[in-house]
Every structure is written in structure tokens, then in C-alpha cells.
Nanobody, 125 residues
Framework: QVQLVESGGGSVQAGGSLKLSCAASGYTSCVAWFRQDPGKEREGKVGVAALDSYGSTNYKDSVRGRFTISRDSAKHIIYLQINNLKPEDAGVYYC???????????????????WGQGTQVAVSS
């Protein structure tokens, strides 16, 4: 079992930046960040960025070039750097992870076993 704890959320003006962190209690292979959009709980979480253990990444089209997922493997921390924030980036961001040797960078919630509790990001225009 792996516990994930997110931090770094907050309220930022449009055009600003944030760096989210996800501290894992142990080894993770494929990791990802998902967002729960406000008022769209019935639609589920949206995958925005994923990273496998080889360094391959996958991004949602609308965030590519503005979001960067990375990790500090020694510290078991996963990061999401968000630049040029837009109002549509607002929501609760969740960190997700697997520990399987063979995994993929799918941006689908069913692909990940472990989840954090989320950190809120608000964007003011």
C-alpha cells in the first residue's frame, strides 16, 4: 500500500503559476495528476498529466506546454508545475499512482490504484 498526500494548492490569478507536490509513502511506478472540475462531479476526474518510471509523459491537450509533471524518486515526491494558469484549470487536483512494474501513462482514473485526498486550486481572472 502507498499513501499519497498532496500539497501546494491555493488561489492564484490567471496567468500565474503554482507547483503542486505529492508525497508518496514509498515506491511508485506510473504516476499521474487528475482534476475534479467544479460542478462536474458526476463526470469524474479528468486526467491532466502522467509519468512512467522511464520518464515518458502524457498530457491532456489543453494543458500541454503549460503543465509539467516530474518526480524526485529519492524523496518519493511527484510534482505538477502549472504555468500560465487559466480559469478552466481550477478544481481539486488529485495525485494517483501505481506500483506495478508494467504500467502505462493512461489519463484514465481506472488505470491507477492509489489516490491522494486532493488539493484545491482556484484561479481568479
Amino acid at each position: 500500500q502507498v499513501q499519497l498526500v498532496e500539497s501546494g494548492g491555493g488561489s492564484v490569478q490567471a496567468g500565474g503559476s503554482l507547483k503542486l507536490s505529492c508525497a508518496a509513502s514509498g515506491y511508485t511506478s506510473c504516476v499521474a495528476w487528475f482534476r475534479q472540475d467544479p460542478g462536474k462531479e458526476r463526470e469524474g476526474k479528468v486526467g491532466v498529466a502522467a509519468l512512467d518510471s522511464y520518464g515518458s509523459t502524457n498530457y491532456k491537450d489543453s494543458v500541454r506546454g503549460r503543465f509539467t509533471i516530474s518526480r524526485d524518486s529519492a524523496k518519493h515526491i511527484i510534482y505538477l508545475q502549472i504555468n500560465n494558469l487559466k480559469p478552466e484549470d481550477a478544481g481539486v487536483y488529485y495525485c494517483a499512482a501505481n506500483t506495478d512494474t508494467y504500467c502505462t501513462t493512461l489519463l484514465h482514473s481506472h488505470a491507477y490504484l492509489y489516490w491522494g485526498q486532493g488539493t484545491q486550486v482556484a484561479v481568479s481572472s
